[in-house]
């Protein structure tokens, strides 16, 4: 990626569990500038767990401090203007570190957490104490298809697809809307089972029961810029490169899918 990117991160054992919720919760925790996105009239929020392994800056080699540790997002989905992205409503990380960089230099709601993870074979066992407040929790058990199913993509205009293919992340500080964008290989998903145990975190934001749809994910190297003030857009969601926003429009090319390949190359 050409001087736009400047940390890169290794998503390892991704797991994903997402829940219909009613707009009318989640509104109050969409900052002003941003609009609740929808499917089909629904709004969603999703849990994502995945172990980072490794994490670099750019020109630097991986931080020793910061290889292997564990992340939870709480994400729900918005637009500003037409550019789609994701709002992140929590994040807690098992590092001290990871959660001070992305809340200073990010103004994303990191938090670092007690947080004990379990796999074995196809099963993932995640379990929360929140170190922000009074320490909401959360347990969550997934079942992954591993070898007895095939990796695919999200079919075009699918459910999955409107869930996973947002490659800008929305933040709000000091009044201001920011967006930073994310570079990766399209996602390859598989089904699974997700069970829930203590919800405590997610009914803040209106998640009851069990999701709706859960799925694991393969392993993706991501490279993200630095956030940056967004005007209401009007980017087309072929618009995905971070690469390719830099550029001037004279050097624009239209495959998305060549760029992001492009930019991935070491």
């Not at 103004?107 to 004990?116: D, K, Q, S, V």
Request: glycine share 8%; net charge positive; charged share 20%.
């Amino acid at each position: 990626m050409e001087e736009a990117w400047c940390v890169e991160q290794t998503w390892r054992h991704l797991a994903m569990a997402h829940w219909r919720v009613e707009p009318r919760v989640l509104m109050r925790h969409v900052p002003p500038g941003l609009e609740l996105d929808r499917f089909d009239g629904h709004a969603y929020v999703s849990a994502v767990v995945f172990a980072v392994d490794p994490f670099r800056l750019r020109g630097l080699p991986p931080i020793r401090g910061m290889r292997r540790f564990w992340q939870l997002n709480i994400r729900t989905y918005v637009r500003r203007g037409e550019e789609p992205g994701v709002l992140f409503l929590r994040l807690e990380t098992s590092r001290p570190w990871p959660a001070r960089l992305g809340k200073l230099a990010y103004a994303l709601p990191f938090e670092p957490a007690g947080m004990a993870v379990l796999e074995e074979g196809d099963c993932l066992s995640v379990g929360v104490i929140s170190g922000a407040g009074a320490g909401p929790a959360l347990s969550l058990g997934f079942r992954r298809a591993g070898s007895h199913m095939p990796w695919y993509e999200p079919a075009p205009h699918s459910l999955e697809a409107w869930l996973l293919n947002r490659y800008a992340l929305f933040s709000h500080c000091l009044g201001t809307t920011l967006l930073t964008r994310l570079v990766h290989r399209p996602w390859r998903i598989q089904p699974a089972e997700a069970r829930v145990g203590q919800a405590r975190l997610l009914r803040i934001y209106g998640c009851n029961g069990e999701p709706i749809f859960a799925c694991s994910a393969e392993a993706r190297t991501a490279r993200i810029g630095m956030p940056r003030p967004s005007p209401v857009s009007t980017h087309s969601t072929d618009k995905l490169s971070l690469a390719r926003w830099m550029r001037s429009s004279k050097e624009r090319t239209p495959a998305r899918s060549s760029t992001i390949s492009s930019s991935l190359r070491s």
